[in-house]
């Protein structure tokens, strides 16, 4: 059964950095396109970015294309996203899960998330 453990979030000013972690366990973790999604107060939950198994490929949302990076680490069985030049709208519980295209449906396992909140 897949585990999903999302870290690394907290309070920052606007125009900060913080660098997500995703830890995954009971799948075979580098089978898998990783991606990272976030759930902002009184929104649906949307694609963030995404990373295919080899990490070769990249995806971004338009919202956070050239500030946001994802990286993988198929060893360490982890994603991570690098958020910088962060705004006060990219406030919201991020989310890893594995990719099926830049849906957030058929989903039936999302872990606790991690709360990133950016202040102005």
């Known amino acids: 059964q897949v585990q999903l453990v999302e870290s690394g979030g907290g309070l920052v000013q606007a125009g900060g950095s913080l660098r997500l972690s995703c830890a995954a366990s009971?799948?075979?973790?580098?089978?898998?396109?990783m991606g990272w999604f976030r759930q902002a107060p009184g929104k649906e939950r949307e694609f963030v970015a995404a990373?295919?198994?080899?990490?070769?490929?990249?995806y971004y949302a338009d919202s956070v294309k050239g500030r946001f990076t994802i990286s993988r680490d198929n060893a360490k069985k982890t994603v991570y996203l690098q958020m910088n030049s962060l705004k006060p709208e990219d406030t919201a519980v991020y989310y890893c899960?594995?990719?099926?295209?830049?849906?957030?449906?058929?989903?039936?396992?999302w872990g606790q998330g991690t709360q990133v909140t950016v202040s102005s």
């Open positions: 899960n594995d990719y099926r295209g830049a849906t957030t449906k058929g989903y039936d396992y």
């Open positions: 009971g799948r075979t973790f580098s089978n898998y396109a």
């Open positions: 990373i295919s198994w080899s990490g070769g490929n990249t």
